[in-house]
C-alpha cells in the first residue's frame, strides 16, 4: 500500500507538470508573443478555463503527501519553507492577476498586472524544480528527519539545476501549447519560437536527468531518461512539419517519462538525508498506518474518476483554436452609464472580457 501511494504521489506530480507547465508557459510569453492588447487577450484566453482547474493537481499532490507520508511532508516543506512561501506567493499574485486585469480600462493598469502574470508564471516553475529536486537530491536531515543548517540549505547547484530544467520545459511547453490553440499570427510566431528557444530550454532537464541516473540511477530509470530525450526530438520534428497536436502530446510524454525517472531514482526513498543514508525517509517508514491507507484508497477510487472525467469534458469544450477575429473591443461604460453596459470585468453570458474566458467566452 506504501508504495502504491508514493506511485499515486508520482502521478499527481506528472499531472500538475504537464497540465500547469503549459500555463505557465503561456504567462512566460505573454509579453513576447502578445503585442498587442488584442493578442494577449488571445493568450489569456487559451488558458482561462482551465487554470485554476490545473493548480487542483498541486493541491491534491501536497493533500497527499500529508496524508500517506506525513514525514515526508513535514521534513521536506519545513526544509524548503522560504522557497516554497515565494512559490505561493507567485501562485496566488498570478491568480489574482487574472482576475483583475480586466478591471479597469486603462493600459497603465494592464501593464501592472500583465508583469504580475510574467513574474508569477517564472517564479513558480522555478520553486517547483527546486522543490522536486531537492527531493531526489537530498536535505541535511539528522536522525529525527529535522534538517540542519541554514533555512537556505536546499539551495545547491543540483536543486538550480532542477529549477531552471522545469522552467525550461514550461517555456517550450508553453509555445507548443500556443501553437495548437491559437491561429494566425500568434500561431506562427509561437512555432517558431518554440522551435528556436526548444535546444537551449531543455537542455537542463537532459542534464538534470543526466546527473540522477549516474548517482542514482537503475536500468530501467535510463531507459526513462533516453525515452525523455527521444520524445522532446520527436515533439521538435513534429513541430517543423506543422503537427502542434502530435507535438503537444510528445511533450506530454517526455514529462511523463521524466517524472518516472526521478521517482525511480528516489525509491524507496521519499527524501534522501545528505548527512547519512541511515537517517534518510524510506517509503516504509515515513507512511501513514495501513489503515489510513486503505481509507485513502476507497476514497481516491471513486473520486479521481470523477475529477478526470470533468476536466476532460473542460478541455473538450474549450477545444477550438482561437484568433484575435474572437476578442472584440471592450467598452467601459461611465458611471452614469445604464446597468446594461458592457463592461471590461468579467464576461457577462455571450461578451469576451480581457480576463480569462468564463463560460459565455469564445473557447
Not at 489574482?96 to 508569477?120: L, N, P
Not at 538550480?160 to 511547453?173: F, K, R, S, T
Amino acid at each position: 500500500m506504501e508504495t502504491l501511494w508514493f506511485c499515486v504521489i508520482a502521478l499527481l506530480w506528472l499531472g500538475y507538470l504537464f497540465l500547469e507547465g503549459f500555463d505557465f508557459g503561456v504567462g512566460m510569453l505573454l509579453p513576447v508573443l502578445g503585442r498587442s492588447e488584442r493578442e494577449r487577450r488571445v493568450l489569456i484566453n487559451t488558458i482561462g478555463p482551465v487554470w485554476d482547474g490545473n493548480e487542483v493537481w498541486l493541491l491534491v499532490a501536497g493533500g497527499a503527501t500529508f496524508a500517506a507520508f506525513p514525514d515526508w511532508y513535514a521534513s521536506l516543506f519545513s526544509s524548503v519553507y522560504l522557497p516554497l512561501v515565494l512559490f505561493l506567493l507567485a501562485l496566488i499574485g498570478r491568480g489574482v492577476a487574472f482576475e483583475y486585469r480586466g478591471k479597469v480600462d486603462s493600459a497603465r493598469w494592464r501593464r501592472t498586472w500583465d508583469a504580475v502574470i510574467v513574474a508569477g508564471s517564472w517564479v513558480a516553475p522555478l520553486g517547483v524544480g527546486l522543490l522536486l529536486s531537492a527531493t531526489v537530491f537530498g536535505m541535511p536531515l539528522d536522525a529525527a528527519g529535522d534538517r540542519v543548517g541554514s533555512p537556505f540549505a536546499s539551495i545547491r547547484w543540483e536543486t538550480l539545476l532542477g529549477a531552471a530544467a522545469v522552467a525550461g520545459y514550461a517555456l517550450v511547453h508553453g509555445a507548443v501549447f500556443l501553437s495548437l490553440k491559437t491561429e494566425g499570427e500568434v500561431r506562427e510566431r509561437a512555432r517558431a519560437l518554440a522551435l528556436k528557444v526548444a535546444p537551449v530550454a531543455l537542455l537542463p532537464l537532459l542534464v538534470l536527468l543526466l546527473t540522477v541516473q549516474l548517482r542514482f540511477g537503475s536500468a530501467w530509470t535510463w531507459g526513462a531518461s533516453i525515452v525523455v530525450a527521444l520524445a522532446a526530438l520527436g515533439a521538435y520534428g513534429r513541430l517543423v512539419l506543422r503537427r502542434e497536436g502530435q507535438a503537444f502530446a510528445l511533450m506530454g510524454v517526455a514529462v511523463a517519462a521524466t517524472v518516472a525517472a526521478l521517482f525511480g531514482a528516489l525509491y524507496p526513498n521519499v527524501l534522501p538525508s545528505t548527512l547519512d543514508p541511515a537517517w534518510s525517509l524510506t517509503v516504509a517508514g515515513a507512511a501513514s498506518s495501513p489503515y489510513t491507507l486503505t481509507v485513502m484508497t476507497w476514497v481516491a477510487a471513486f473520486g479521481t474518476p470523477a475529477v478526470l472525467v470533468y476536466q476532460g469534458w473542460t478541455y473538450w469544450v474549450f477545444r477550438k483554436r482561437i484568433g484575435t477575429r474572437h476578442i472584440p473591443a471592450v467598452s467601459v461604460p461611465s458611471a452614469s452609464a445604464p446597468s446594461g453596459s458592457v463592461s471590461s470585468g468579467p464576461a457577462s453570458s455571450g461578451s469576451v472580457s480581457s480576463g480569462p474566458a468564463s463560460s459565455g467566452q469564445v473557447p
